[in-house]
């Protein structure tokens, strides 16, 4: 965990064009990791707090994001989130580990309030863009957080066919396993 904190006056930061890049741990995200460690609990990956017997398993991955500010030739701010996140989840499917990447993109809109009314820009700008309050402390981290958490999949599963087969050694595999476990869920 870095405990780094990336607050910027927004409109500023559009203003000048400038340009943030950083990469930190998923530690730095404790929300991130707590809503992780509990798709890894419903998959059974580990066991709750207080258990004595469980380990824990300390969410593991990486959280890139680039953020660039513009401001137009109309004077508008905006401020463009490149995000790219890959960790490690469980498939709620068939309960082993997974990695999972996201590739995300977002545009603001900073809406300066004393510029404009809200809602004649809300009006005009149409569904690319997301409206960001001006702030001269804005927190990106913040930012980055809520959107990846809104990004993550509620109950991620393998892409491909898993499927809960459990196997004793020298047993062979049961074709109906597969089945089994559709008609369980
Ligand atoms: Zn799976």
């Not at 790219?84 to 900073?110: E, G, K, W």
């Not at 499927?163 to 049961?174: C, H, I, L, R």
Request: overall charge negative; some cysteine.
């Amino acid at each position: 965990m870095t405990n780094q904190t990336f607050l910027i006056d927004n409109l500023a930061f559009a203003a000048r064009g400038e340009r943030l890049e950083v990469s930190l741990p998923l530690s730095d995200f404790p929300r991130l990791c707590e809503l992780i460690e509990s798709q890894h609990i419903e998959a059974g990956a580990v066991k709750k707090h207080g258990d004595a017997t469980g380990d824990s398993i300390q969410p593991e991955g990486l959280v890139n994001f680039t953020l660039n500010g513009e401001k137009n030739v109309l004077g508008q701010c905006y401020l463009h989130l490149t995000l790219d996140v890959s960790l490690t989840t469980s498939c709620q499917r068939c309960l082993t580990t997974m990695p999972l990447s996201l590739a995300l993109n977002f545009h603001y809109l900073i809406s300066d309030v004393d510029a404009s009314p809200l809602d004649d820009v809300e009006a005009s700008i149409g569904d690319d863009f997301d409206l960001q309050e001006a702030s001269q402390e804005m927190d990106v981290k913040l930012l980055v957080e809520d959107e990846i958490i809104l990004a993550l999949p509620i109950a991620p599963v393998h892409s491909n066919d898993c499927a809960p087969v459990t196997m004793q050694s020298g047993e062979k595999p049961n074709p109906f396993a597969a089945l089994k476990g559709l008609i369980k869920s």
